[in-house]
């Protein structure tokens, strides 16, 4: 069973910037769609940024030109290189891993990290 570990929020003003880190054991992202969801109490959990297995990277609307998702399959790593961050992006980062097996799909879900922007 793959376990995802998120690292690298906290709490850094507008305008600043975070990286978040996921780590992955007990299986390979290789093969594996890798994704950054976020959640807060009014808007759930939504999309931010996703990178295939084919490195192919999308962006949700919102945080394009700040964000960057980046993958390591060696060290079995993804990043999110938050920049320019708005108090809008205050929320509860998820790392995410699917891919489509034969038997139906396989997810898995880190724990989450909080990323909170204020003055």
């Known amino acids: 069973q793959m376990q995802l570990v998120e690292s690298g929020g906290g709490l850094v003003q507008p305008g600043g910037s975070l990286r978040l880190s996921c780590k992955a054991t007990g299986g390979l992202i290789f093969h594996y769609d890798m994704s950054w969801y976020r959640q807060t109490p009014d808007k759930g959990r939504e999309l931010v940024a996703i990178v295939s297995s084919g490195h192919e990277m999308k962006y949700a609307d919102s945080v394009k030109g700040r964000f960057a998702i980046s993958r390591d399959d060696f060290k079995n790593t993804v990043d999110l290189q938050m920049n320019n961050l708005k108090p809008e992006d205050t929320a509860m980062y998820y790392c995410?891993?699917?891919?489509?097996?034969?038997?139906?799909?396989?997810?898995?879900w880190g724990r989450g990290t909080q990323v909170t922007v204020s003055s």
């Open positions: 995410n891993a699917s891919r489509q097996l034969d038997e139906g799909p396989s997810i898995y």
